[in-house]
């Protein structure tokens, strides 16, 4: 597959010369294709390396940055766990379905358009959604970018998209995307060896029917060491020595191998829109002497109908992940499937503007719940978000209330060292915010304060002596408060 992606780039960019001569059709009779307009400022222009980085700029989180490129730096907004976000690009999901943590890494950050927060990622109160550039120009459009840092990181992207006349009001579109990164680390086991991601997109728009074919793979090895040791004789064992410092399990590595492929289809007409997509994914933890690993199969479909002028959508989206019979699993489970049913709209009240979410998230884990039930759990989600957006004072409220979910090897082990939950829980979480903007003239100054709450969850603790991961439930409510 990767040989026929990368076949298929080359013709691409050798094809390029030839679009670049004054043969090249012109798209401006055409009712359906508007090329060149003005496109907002892409995250990859702003000055940040990676998704992770550029997410530490909004407003009320914080990033848990490990500093090393390749390693999971988490997001955490208003005290959320960074585990438990969402993640999307385009309406594809690019959670770990073994961790279910956010992927941020597998984001193809610089061919991003936006990438912005969003309530309620299937059942998550608190995401980000990303969605690619679409590059339409009538001239074939080749992007390199490169960059390096003092930290022994080099880092490259390319992108090639080509945009032709398709049938008498409608266009086809090609495009191939490239990104490689490595960098040595600061300690033994923290260097990023091999970080590869291979793109391709072919989008076709008409009168009638749209529809577009995409693949994106990745591949990342990356040093995965337990830790740096505390600097002999001290009394402290948080002191360490930067320079020279050893650390624990330097051989260790942490292998990812994943492809996503989707298709869609839309109706312009109506703007009904269907999305089908298929995931593999291989993650290996190799340590001397053991190695481990698990491989998940996930099959997704999202299905969207505007109305009323499409100020309401009417939405369905779910997932089966399929769990082989690999080494990580502490006990073994067939399937763990999700299914969010939603209604959204969007409205404008004066100068306010109003958009807001309700909906029900079916959750089938593969294991019993507290009460020894192994019906699946059927929860509620609901988002509000209001805004002012004239005057000088500008009030504006966000409320999201979503489920809490525990990841398969929360719930499955992974291999010796982590020690999972006996039963799910079917927790939840909430985030609310209340705040004013003022905009007097040219100045801007925003002040809001906001609390996430916690029912019902777990969390990991971690046991040094012996390099161990547990799942520890906990009962009652937790709630974070902050100020911006």
């Not at 939603?342 to 719940?369: F, K, N, Q, T, Y």
């Not at 039930?373 to 957006?389: C, G, I, N, Y």
Request: no cysteine; net charge neutral; glycine share 12%.
């Amino acid at each position: 597959m990767r040989r026929l992606l990368l076949a298929i780039g080359s013709l691409l960019l050798t094809a390029s010369a030839a679009g670049q001569d004054a043969s090249t059709p012109s798209f401006a009779d055409s009712a359906l294709v508007q090329l060149d307009l003005p496109a907002p400022v892409r995250p990859p222009r702003l000055p940040y390396l990676d998704a992770a980085a550029y997410l530490g700029e909004v407003r009320g989180a914080w990033v848990y940055d490990f500093g090393t490129p390749g390693w999971p730096d988490g997001w955490s907004p208003f005290g959320i766990d960074p585990g438990r976000v969402g993640v999307q690009l385009d309406g594809l999901l690019l959670d770990d379905p073994v961790t279910g943590r956010p992927a941020y890494e597998l984001l193809p950050y610089d061919k991003l358009i936006s990438l912005d927060r969003k309530g309620i990622v299937l059942g998550r109160p608190e995401g980000m959604s990303g969605a690619l550039s679409d590059y339409r120009s009538n001239r074939p459009v080749t992007e390199m970018v490169y960059r390096s840092t003092s930290t022994g990181l080099q880092q490259v992207s390319v992108v090639h998209a080509q945009t032709r006349r398709a049938g008498a009001a409608g266009d086809i579109q090609y495009l191939f995307g490239y990104a490689g990164a490595g960098s040595r680390g600061e300690y033994d086991g923290s260097e990023l060896e091999r970080k590869r991601q291979i793109l391709l997109r072919v989008q076709r728009n008409g009168r009638r029917l749209s529809w577009e074919i995409g693949d994106m793979f990745n591949r990342h090895r990356v040093g995965a060491h337990s830790g740096v040791e505390p600097f002999a004789g001290f009394t402290y064992e948080s002191i360490y020595v930067r320079l020279g410092a050893t650390v624990g399990n330097p051989s260790a590595k942490r292998e990812l191998e994943r492809n996503d492929s989707w298709i869609r289809l839309t109706l312009p007409g109506t703007g009904t829109s269907l999305k089908t997509s298929r995931t593999t994914s291989t993650l290996v933890y190799r340590n001397t002497p053991d190695t481990t690993e698990a491989r998940v199969t996930r099959f997704a479909t999202e299905l969207r109908q505007p109305f009323f002028g499409g100020r309401f959508h009417l939405g369905v989206k779910g997932h089966t992940d399929s769990y082989r019979a690999d080494s990580a699993w502490t006990r073994q489970t067939e399937t763990r499937s999700e299914l969010l049913g939603s209604l959204e709209g969007r409205h404008r009240i004066g100068s306010g503007r109003v958009s807001w979410s309700a909906g029900a998230l079916m959750a089938d884990l593969g294991v019993p719940g507290p009460d020894g039930s192994t019906d699946p759990a059927v929860e509620p989600v609901f988002s509000v978000d209001l805004e002012w957006m004239g005057g000088v004072v500008r009030p504006f409220i966000h409320s999201r209330n979503g489920v809490r979910l525990q990841s398969a090897a929360d719930l499955f082990g992974f291999g010796e060292t982590y020690q999972p939950l006996g039963d799910r829980l079917e927790g939840r979480q909430a985030v609310d915010e209340l705040g004013v903007s003022f905009r007097p003239g040219w100045l801007h100054v925003l002040a809001s304060v906001a609390a996430s709450r916690t029912t019902d969850g777990a969390e990991r603790v971690f046991n040094a002596t012996n390099d161990t991961l547990s799942v520890a439930p906990y009962t009652g409510l937790r709630t974070r408060t902050s100020a911006t």
